[in-house]
């Protein structure tokens, strides 16, 4: 008996790396130091009633964002760790296979549980708001897709410490990722991990097209929306055709894997070709996915610190809509080399190249609004302005590598790496950290560092450039990609050295950023103003944070830019603050199902994984039941009372008469 | 701005370490330093596609940092400002114009040489090609020479100034087979066999590579690619006929299994060995340049 249950931890944990028996030793400690922490101040149902059944979007997006922030310091680790690794040539530091999974989780955890949680975190506090709304279109959904993309998170997380890592890169091109070559859990980890928090991206997807298109304030026509709605908009355009996509690929995957089939193996008809097509229909517009909703944000940024109205409004919505079209029809450039022939890839080098066009489009319009402004460089700008040049910079080589015959010497070696970490870091993160310190205070009620702020600024660019330039040099140095140990006989020892440099520079700015977080919390001033930026849209029309209920009434618009036409009419007394009739609002009441019925899905992945059936059908019917007793209960709404409306408007200093 | 002078501290290390970065070491980019028409031309189309992107990045950079400078508020600035200007339609054409006068530009050269550089298009040349079977395999690279009859691992020579038919395919997951100096990549994948043309025009040892991750000791699948005059390349192959053993299917499957390898040398492997490599994953899904393999008639045990 004992030597049984020996022999499954031993295979069932992840051992014999002192790396991972730290993480074990880190995990379980600051667990018994939450749950004492909540059980000492009596603090768990508070946790259960304010958060973990909250239906309301500002909460959803702040714990979205709380997610996505650990997510970047965990792959940010992993980063570190492969930097360390390829600083010399023969390095000792990591052996091939734990390269090879670190470089795995990095990919995955940066783009589907990182980057996609930032997002949806800024779309989730900013959006409604923005529109003049009082919550999303489906309120449970929302609150629902954020505990799928959690737990699918924490599925691919555990992956670490038990059962071991995905090895087979952050697309799984078959067949290395099939059972014959990769028969540990890893593979089926990442297929769960991410199959889970696929169902929540979809129906984010949908529910913010919904409120996009049903639930603006009176008068706002969707031209006179605000950019980053807009963005939002043609990401989750792109979001519902693309994630479908993925599902039907990590299906198929999984059914070769777990029933035997044969879609992608190497033997038996199998076509890895066509796994490699499919997860590129998906996985480029997802790039798309990502980085619109960042040229939302510049925008927003650009026209409130240049105090100018943003330069060609309707040259940006049309670009953005060409934009996530486009990214559909472009997918084979990410295999040039595969050998499909001229007109195929003559086909897709003229697509790829052509979204170029737009983008550009759009840099112009950035630049044009600050032409002739007034340009302040608070933090917000700040980033946004130091991001103009790198995207050009990102976009330039984009367009090389569009060049099918000049691809054949670019694909898959260093210069790729660096061409696409320069627009998904400095074009989506930077990006998103731009509207963090711009919403901030909107979302917590208080401003960011300003000096602390730019030490991160200039930090993180600095190390960016250093970390990413010489990788172009790479490239063209013949290094390819993927690569755990190289030679001295190289040549590339010193620029792998001075990227190394620059990924810790980078992490160090990481730190500066968590200590200016700690720094203006215990420095807290609060902001009374509700519009500390002095800023053009509806979100700054409230107090800060807003309200649960958001909008004390509902805003009636008139023109684009509402916000800012509202304080000039106010300022030269064209209008009186009106005299409002308050009236009990409707919400929608909070729910503990999403929660639950995530964690049977994680019971469901889990048991999948390990071929557990005794688990994953248990899992299973409870995720029905939980769908069976939402659909049988009917008290999902209240009205707040005109009182509480008062009390809590006066509390923010706002007097309603 | 307090920050402002360790800010042009950081600044001025970083523009040492970039100079430091782009003198010196120039004989490393060896995608830049190409030793065959191939590789020549594609150098050429990078060179050619950076310039004309240029054409708009740099206006752009500067624009950028202009606009940035000259509009900033400050006290007694005498830039304009109209807050309210928000569109020009003659602007509005210059900028999308632009763009796209570049891109056709861009487009119509590329759509020209993806014609042209197509990979199973055949060299011209008076001299005959010589055609080198390439197979993929965990984590080492077979070559075998049908015209010579010997095979290689992780080595393979060739004439130069002689058009090389590489015939690639894998017996492993799909890995690139990509010797920069001489031109771009291919994927080598199981059930096809891919053509890619390339050709040395000066003698040298060049570095070969697997290009696409194939598992634990990817990295360690590097080779020699090394260009000779035709004279040692016959002496060569001489010498491995004469000295070296035979592969046999036995030996064969041994070097699937799993592993690295040093260069090794065969003075003969079973007639259809790369056929049969080909044909056994089921060629069922030939597409665009991989050709059908005749599964051979009997492979000699
Ligand atoms: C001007 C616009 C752009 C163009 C023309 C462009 C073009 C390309 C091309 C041709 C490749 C394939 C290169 C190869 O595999 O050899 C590529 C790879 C990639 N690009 Fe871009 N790109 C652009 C913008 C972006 C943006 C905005 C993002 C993300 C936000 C992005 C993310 C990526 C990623 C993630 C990869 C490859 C990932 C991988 O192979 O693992 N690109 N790009
Ligand atoms: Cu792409
Ligand atoms: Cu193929």
């Known amino acids: 008996m004992w030597e049984s249950v020996k022999e499954f931890a031993s295979e069932f944990f992840v051992t014999g790396d002192p790396l991972i028996y730290g993480a074990d030793v880190s995990i379980v400690l600051s667990m018994i130091a939450i749950v004492s922490v909540l059980t000492y101040f009596k603090k768990w149902g508070w946790l259960w009633r304010e958060w973990l059944t909250t239906v309301d979007h500002k909460k959803i997006g702040i714990m979205y964002i709380l997610a996505s922030v650990l997510m970047l310091f965990r792959g940010g680790v992993d980063a570190l760790l492969m930097r360390a690794q390829l600083a010399m040539p023969e390095m000792q530091f990591l052996s091939g296979d734990h390269y090879n999974q670190i470089f795995t989780t990095h990919g995955v955890i940066m783009i589907l549980f990182m980057a996609m949680p ?55 091109y078959p067949p290395y990722s099939e059972l014959a070559f990769n028969p540990g859990p890893g593979q089926d980890f990442y297929i769960w991990g991410i199959q889970i928090s696929g169902i929540g991206s979809l129906m984010t997807g949908i529910n913010f097209i919904v409120t996009i298109l049903k639930v603006r304030a009176p008068g706002m026509t969707l031209m006179k929306m605000p950019m980053f709605s807009w963005s939002v908009l043609s990401s989750c355009i792109a979001i519902v055709f693309a994630f479908p996509i993925l599902t039907v690929t990590l299906a198929l995957l999984f059914i070769d894997r777990y029933l035997g089939g044969h879609f992608f193996t190497l033997d038996g008809g199998g076509n890895p070709m066509m796994y490699i ?151 989506v993160v930077f990006g998103f950290f731009a509207g963090l310190y711009y919403w901030w205070p909107k979302i917590f009620g208080f401003k960011l560092n300003e000096r602390i702020g730019r030490w991160a600024f200039w930090l993180w660019n600095i190390g960016f450039y250093l970390c990413f330039m010489p990788q172009y040099a790479l490239g063209l140095m013949g290094m390819t990609r993927r690569l755990y140990t190289y030679g001295w006989d190289k040549g590339w020892f010193e620029m792998n050295l001075v990227s190394t440099i620059g990924a810790v520079i980078m992490g160090a700015a990481f730190l500066v950023q968590i200590w200016d977080i700690a720094h203006s919390i215990k420095h807290m001033k609060r902001d009374t103003t509700g519009d500390p930026w002095n800023a053009r849209t509806l979100e700054w029309s409230i107090p800060s944070p807003a309200p649960f209920y958001n909008f004390a009434v509902m805003p009636q618009v008139t023109s684009q830019d509402d916000w800012h036409e509202r304080k000039l009419r106010i300022e030269q007394g064209l209008e009186k603050p009106a005299k409002v009739e308050l009236e009990p609002i409707h919400m929608p009441k909070n729910s503990g199902i999403p929660i639950v019925m995530s964690m049977f899905w994680f019971f469901v992945g889990f048991g999948l994984i390990f071929d557990w059936l005794w688990m994953a059908v248990p899992g299973f019917i409870g995720v029905i039941g939980c769908m069976v007793v939402h659909s049988f209960n009917y008290d999902t709404d209240y009205y707040v009372t005109v009182e509480e409306i008062k009390r809590t408007e006066a509390e923010a200093g706002r007097v309603i008469t | 701005m307090k920050t402002s002078k360790t800010v042009r501290c950081m600044s001025f290390l970083f523009m040492f370490i970039l100079l430091f970065l782009t003198t010196g070491c120039a004989d490393n980019y060896i995608v830049l330093d190409p030793k065959g028409p191939i590789g020549e031309q594609q150098k050429d189309l990078m060179i050619l596609s950076t310039l004309l992107t240029l054409i708009v990045i740099v206006p752009v950079l500067i624009l950028t940092f202009v606009i940035v400078w000259r509009y900033r508020d400050r006290k007694g600035r005498k830039a304009k400002y109209t807050p309210n200007w928000e569109h020009s339609t003659k602007l509005e054409i210059i900028w999308w114009g632009i763009p796209i006068i570049i891109i056709t530009l861009i487009g119509i050269v590329t759509v020209r040489y993806t014609y042209s550089l197509e990979p199973s298009k ?41 058009p090389v038919r590489f015939e690639v395919t894998s017996d492993a997951p799909m890995n690139s087979f990509w010797i920069p100096q001489l031109g771009g990549q291919i994927y080598a994948m199981s059930g096809m066999s891919m053509t890619l043309y390339l050709q040395a025009d000066e003698q040298g040892e060049y570095m070969g590579s697997g290009a696409n991750f194939t598992g634990k000791e990817f990295a360690k699948m590097f080779f020699t690619a090394n260009a000779t005059s035709q004279e040692d390349f016959d002496q060569w192959v001489n010498q491995v006929k004469n000295t070296s053993p035979e592969l046999t299917l ?52």
Do not use: C
Request: aromatic share 16%; glycine share 8%.
């Open chain 2, 122 to 162: 055949p060299l011209e040349s008076e001299k005959k090609p010589i055609t080198i079977q390439v197979t993929n395999l965990d984590w080492k690279w077979l070559f075998q020479y049908p015209e010579q009859g010997i095979a290689t691992v992780n080595y393979v020579q060739f004439p130069e100034d002689v």
């Open chain 2, 250 to 301: 036995d030996g064969y499957k041994e070097l699937t299994k799993q592993g690295t390898s040093d260069a090794r040398y065969f003075s003969a492997f079973p007639e259809g060995l790369y056929e049969m490599t080909v044909t056994k994953y089921a060629a069922s899904h030939n597409h665009g340049l991989s050709t059908r393999v005749q599964p051979p008639a009997r492979v000699k045990e």
């Open chain 1, 118 to 172: 930032l997002m949806f975190g800024l779309f989730n506090v900013i959006v409604p708001l923005q529109l003049g709304a009082r919550d999303v279109a489906f309120p449970f959904l929302n609150a629902l897709s954020f505990w799928l993309f959690f737990s699918g998170a924490m599925l691919f997380n555990l992956s670490f410490v038990i059962g071991g890592s995905p090895d087979a890169g952050w697309l799984a």
């Open chain 1, 277 to 427: 097509n499919l997860i590129w229909m998906w996985g480029h517009p997802e790039v798309y996915i990502i980085v619109l909703p960042a040229f939302g944000i510049f925008s927003e940024i650009v026209a409130t610190f240049s105090r100018k109205k943003l330069f060609g409004y309707k040259s940006m919505v049309f670009a953005m809509i060409i934009i996530s079209v486009l990214s559909f029809l472009v997918w084979a450039h990410h295999f040039f080399t595969m050998g499909s022939g001229a007109d195929v890839n003559a086909f897709f080098a003229v697509t790829t190249m052509l979204i170029a066009i737009p983008t550009g489009v759009k840099v112009f319009n950035w630049l044009f609004t600050m032409f002739r402004g007034k340009i302040t460089f608070e933090t917000p700008m700040l980033w946004t302005v130091g991001i103009i040049p790198n995207f050009v910079i990102g976009g330039m080589t984009g367009v090389l590598l569009s060049v099918a015959p000049a691809d054949f010497q670019y694909h898959n070696s260093y210069f790729l790496v660096a061409h696409f970490h320069q627009v998904i870091i400095a074009g």
